[in-house]
């Protein structure tokens, strides 16, 4: 007999901070902040807050979900660490979710049609995306997470449904955008953890490595350069 499940989902790839614990048949508490420039902060009161409501510790849970981006430098790895580090303190499995599918999964259970995009916010002037479409009712990715200037699109990407702040961000180029109140800007850990589970029930490979896709914003800088300039080459003697 298998033990059931009791999975912590969180990501940080979107302009969501985002939590919540599942148990294999619904959600026990979500918590979802709009705030992508306070990740580090709010991060842990949110996982905290989510046990508390779910009347479960950390101690009790059997997996954790972590959305491995694609998504900006900081708060994805804000997310991946720290759930990598409850994994570690409490000898509990972390399984990497694609952050584009659990929205991909969010349009389907809203009902959504086939084919269609996601894209989200890579800032930059640019999007992360995917194209995705439907099969025996679940989203399935077509073609490899990319980052690209909207423009840069084919016109066939982006004249399918779109889901994510792409379209708010750039309706010239996603004219045909999912309605923003229908919850579809950002991740949502409810579907994260909906997305981990089928995986994790089916052995599939899911691996924490982030999803970058491009180099991070802030760089280590260069060495010191040499304070005295460098002497000439001295005369051969003749």
């Not at 989200?120 to 690209?148: H, L, N, Q």
Request: hydrophobic fraction near 40%.
């Amino acid at each position: 007999m298998t033990s059931p499940m009791l999975l912590l989902a969180l990501d940080t790839a979107t302009s969501a901070i985002t939590v919540a614990a599942y148990d294999g048949e619904r959600i026990l508490a979500e918590r979802t902040t709009i705030d992508p420039r306070r990740t580090t902060e709010l991060l842990a009161p949110s996982i905290e807050q989510v046990l508390t409501e779910a009347g479960v510790a950390a101690s009790d849970l059997t997996d954790l979900a972590v959305g491995t981006g694609p998504g900006p430098f900081t708060g994805l790895r804000v997310g991946i660490v720290t759930a990598l580090t409850l994994g570690h303190v409490h000898q509990i499995d972390v399984h990497g979710v694609c952050s584009l599918d659990a929205l991909a999964a969010q349009y389907v259970a809203a009902g959504g049609s086939t084919p269609f995009v996601v894209a989200t916010d890579a800032r930059r002037k640019e999007v992360y995306w995917a194209r995705y479409e439907i099969v025996d009712g679940s989203a399935r990715r077509v073609d490899e997470p990319s980052v690209s200037r909207p423009a840069d699109l084919p016109d066939e990407v982006r004249e399918l449904p779109t889901v994510g702040r792409g379209p708010l961000l750039y309706p010239e180029y996603f004219p045909h955008g999912v309605d923003p109140t229908d919850g579809l800007l950002d991740v949502s850990a409810g579907a994260l953890a909906r997305v981990a589970a089928v995986g994790i029930a089916a052995g599939d490979p899911m691996p924490t490595a982030p999803l970058y896709l491009r180099r991070p914003d802030a760089v280590a800088p260069a060495g010191p350069k040499p304070a005295l300039a460098p002497l000439p080459p001295r005369a051969n003697p003749r």
